[in-house]
């Protein structure tokens, strides 16, 4: 079972980056999915989750850039991220929970795809 995330890179302020997410292994329709983010100093934090029938829930750092979106069938989860800013800088990491709904807490995420710099200059 894994996750695998892609898609992160370097960006100036006001730029987009997309990330994606590759589930292999198992189907992950019924998990709850979310991205988490870490910049350097920081606790990991929820950027961004969607539950298997597509309700989303944003972190209000992020809540009206940032679009976070799933496609069962070929089990992928996407994060597109508008209007990025210099504090958006970190290592982003998709994660899966069979819980039923977004989970704030990293801890309650069973499954993880290694994570991908996302970096914004000013």
């Known amino acids: 079972v894994q996750l695998q995330a892609c898609g992160g890179g370097l960006a100036q302020a006001g730029g987009s980056l997309r990330l994606s997410c590759a589930a292999s292994?198992?189907?992950?329709?019924?998990?709850?999915m979310a991205w988490f983010r870490q910049a350097p100093g920081k606790q990991r934090e929820l950027v961004a989750g969607?539950?298997?029938?597509?309700?989303?829930e944003y972190s209000d750092a992020v809540k009206g850039r940032f679009t976070v979106s799933r496609d069962n069938a070929k089990n992928t989860m996407a994060l597109q991220m508008n209007n990025l800013k210099p504090e958006d800088t970190a290592v982003y990491s998709c994660?899966?929970?069979?819980?039923?709904?977004?989970?704030?807490?990293?801890?309650?995420?069973?499954?993880w795809g290694q994570g991908t710099q996302v970096t914004v200059s000013s």
């Open positions: 969607i539950t298997s029938s597509g309700t989303t």
């Open positions: 994660a899966a929970t069979r819980m039923n709904r977004v989970l704030r807490s990293n801890r309650l995420y069973e499954y």
């Open positions: 292994g198992r189907s992950f329709s019924g998990h709850v």
